[in-house]
């Protein structure tokens, strides 16, 4: 499904097209009118996709085809090994991990895990986990620290689900613990925000030592229209709120949440995943050797003193 | 002392209605109670035993033992995303402030419980819903922070409707750094108890609130993750009769104990003095 605002680029890529099979099958010569278009299509694709506004980001932070957990586990690691439950009460489908190697290093990952497809993401319950799903994340926290390879985690949620189910089983709770748990290991702990980072949900696997996130991926407190919603009244007014949240790749960096972005290919990861993943993978080892050297002691305070300092406020 | 300033600073400025409303009416049964019965009985109906919600200050004159609450906290809050929606978020913060006298929605400070040495932080739903935004995270993590340093127990009266939107991803941050606060009384063998009042929700209950050594909640709270509305919303059905109230939080094991107000402190007390390393055995104090 194109996004409204690429329409105009389709369009223009279909003409294009047409103009090409038409000079083949007719002989006569296209080549001025589709060097023409061509030149057209690229300055429009720099217009739009040089000037994204926020709202328009979230859209491609959401597209389809744009790489999940499970694309990177398979493309930019080896051997992976997925591990089940949280030997308590059953296995979240929207959180995914287990044992696998970067570049022959071992390591423990976990990510939220939205569905490839309709049929997918509906068992997936669209990447939002239920309180087993944070169990099975710290259950593997505990397996990172007891041998200690380091813990990478990849977010891509609209939030913790809210329903009865979830909350009768403490999903508060679970997040906070889990913030907790990943907070206190002491091995080298790397996130990358993939796609959506919506809130709670996606900070309880998100309390690392560093914080990559994708190009046109978003993280904040709440979506845009659930803000919208409550502030505006209205979830169409999600545009606005989407601005006002300052949820952005660039926007997170100069707040200091976030301590890196990842370049996407133009027009989205969705456009050429394997060069998205390519670029994650590179940022994630160039990640992973500056923590190295650090003991696990220095790995703890690193993490605590990375978060004690984000925050807004004036001393009286 | 510094309780009395409190107080000074909140009191209406005579205008010009000259008997105030002398009574007051249980909004749960509707019953008319005597206003200073209902102060007295710290908002607690004496007919039905609703729990009302109930000012920051009288939540610390409550819990603190007489004359030893000292205020902490001062930080003042700032508009960092410059954030608009319907209107500026720092003209909200000016009239909350103006609302209620105080800086952002928490009041904290030094003091003794039932003589045991303590932070008491209480967050005032009265001001932006008791939301927490950068100020209130770094006041709860200094709280802390103090608690350590001075072997002081840790004890904070929770009220809220989650994190402060306006304050977008460093208001979700902040859940990240008062959890790792906690640490350091978990280093010193320092209790941790929280209140859960009405209501308590989203990033609060998500991050310091659920980890306390002892939980306790009010009767009737609102607690949980999600909102009820966006629950409703998201099933496409009525709630069941007493979802997200601490009695159901209660029996699905979330918390330690559901206590009547008038009970609290004295149940506070217990739990600091059972798991406080240095204060002695005193049974029935
Ligand atoms: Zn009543
Ligand atoms: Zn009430």
């Excluded at chain 1, 997925?82 to 009460?89: K, N, P, Q, V, Y």
């Excluded at chain 1, 394997?274 to 703890?300: C, F, M, V």
Aim: aromatic letters at 6%; a neutral charge; glycine letters at 10%.
């Amino acid at each position: 499904m194109p996004l409204e605002f690429e329409k105009p680029i389709l369009e223009l890529e279909r003409r294009i097209q047409e103009l090409k099979e038409t000079a083949k099958a007719t002989g006569v010569d296209l080549q001025a009118e589709i060097r023409l278009l061509e030149e057209r299509l690229a300055q429009l694709k720099k217009e739009t996709y040089g000037n994204l506004t926020p709202w328009q980001r979230v859209q491609l932070a959401r597209a389809q085809g744009r790489p999940t957990t499970l694309d990177v586990l398979e493309k930019a690691f080896q051997d992976f090994l997925e591990l089940h439950g949280d030997r308590a009460f059953a296995d979240d489908p929207a959180i995914v991990g287990g044992l696998a190697y970067l570049e022959g290093e071992k390591v423990v990952v976990v990510g939220h895990q939205k569905g490839r497809d309709t049929k997918e993401n509906l068992q997936r319950n669209f990447g939002m986990p239920h309180p087993e799903g944070y169990r099975k994340a710290m259950r593997l926290m505990d397996l990172a620290d007891r041998f200690g390879y380091p813990f990478l985690t990849f977010v891509d949620t609209p939030g913790a689900y809210p329903g009865v189910s979830a909350e009768e089983r403490g999903q508060a709770w679970v997040i906070a613990q889990s913030i907790q748990r990943m907070s206190r290991l002491r091995v080298p702990a790397v996130t990358v925000i993939l796609g959506e980072g919506g809130s709670g949900g996606a900070l309880a696997i998100a309390v690392a030592n560093r914080v990559l996130i994708l190009e046109n991926a978003w993280y904040s407190v709440i979506s845009p229209e659930s803000c919208a919603a409550i502030l505006w009244r209205d979830a169409k007014e999600a545009p606005k709120a989407a601005e006002a949240l300052k949820l952005t790749a660039k926007d997170l960096l100069a707040q200091k949440v976030v301590d890196a972005v990842i370049p996407e290919p133009e027009g989205g990861a969705h456009k050429d995943p394997d060069r998205a993943i390519q670029n994650l993978k590179e940022a994630l080892l160039k990640t992973l050797e500056e923590l190295k050297g650090l003991s696990p002691e220095a790995l703890y305070q690193d993490r605590y003193r990375r978060f004690r300092r984000l925050g807004a406020y004036a001393e009286p | 002392m510094a309780l009395e300033r409190l107080f000074r600073r909140k009191r209406p400025s005579g205008g010009g209605r000259d008997v105030p409303e002398l009574w007051t009416k249980c909004e749960a049964c509707g019953a008319q109670i005597y206003k200073k019965e209902f102060q007295e009985n710290l908002h607690v109906c004496p007919k039905c035993g609703h729990h009302h919600r109930m000012p920051a200050e009288e939540r610390v004159a409550m819990l603190a033992d007489p004359g030893t609450f000292q205020e902490t906290t001062r930080l003042r809050p700032l508009d960092p995303l410059g954030f608009v929606d319907t209107k500026p978020y720092a003209e909200r913060l000016k009239a909350y402030q103006g609302e209620t006298g105080r800086p952002d929605a928490i009041l904290g400070g030094t003091c003794a419980i039932g003589g045991v040495p303590a932070v008491l932080l209480v967050m005032d739903y009265a001001f932006a819903g008791g939301s927490m935004g950068s100020v209130v995270g770094e006041e709860i993590a200094r709280g802390a922070e103090r608690a350590a340093e001075e072997g002081r127990a840790l004890v904070i009266v929770a009220a809220s409707g989650g994190a402060r939107m306006q304050e977008a991803a460093l208001s979700l941050m902040q859940m990240a750094k008062t959890v790792m606060s906690l640490d350091l009384l978990w280093g010193k063998r320092l209790p941790y108890v929280s209140v859960l009042t009405d209501p308590t929700t989203g990033g609060v209950t998500a991050s310091f609130a659920a980890l306390a050594d002892v939980i306790f909640a009010e009767p009737g709270a609102l607690i949980g993750f999600a909102g009820p509305r966006v629950i409703r919303q998201t099933i496409r059905q009525e709630l069941p009769e007493g979802f997200q109230r601490a009695e159901f939080l209660l029996k699905h094991g979330m918390v330690d104990r559901v206590t009547d107000r008038r009970r609290l402190k004295r149940e506070v007390v217990q739990a600091l003095r059972h798991l406080h390393p240095g204060v002695p055995y005193a049974p029935g104090v």
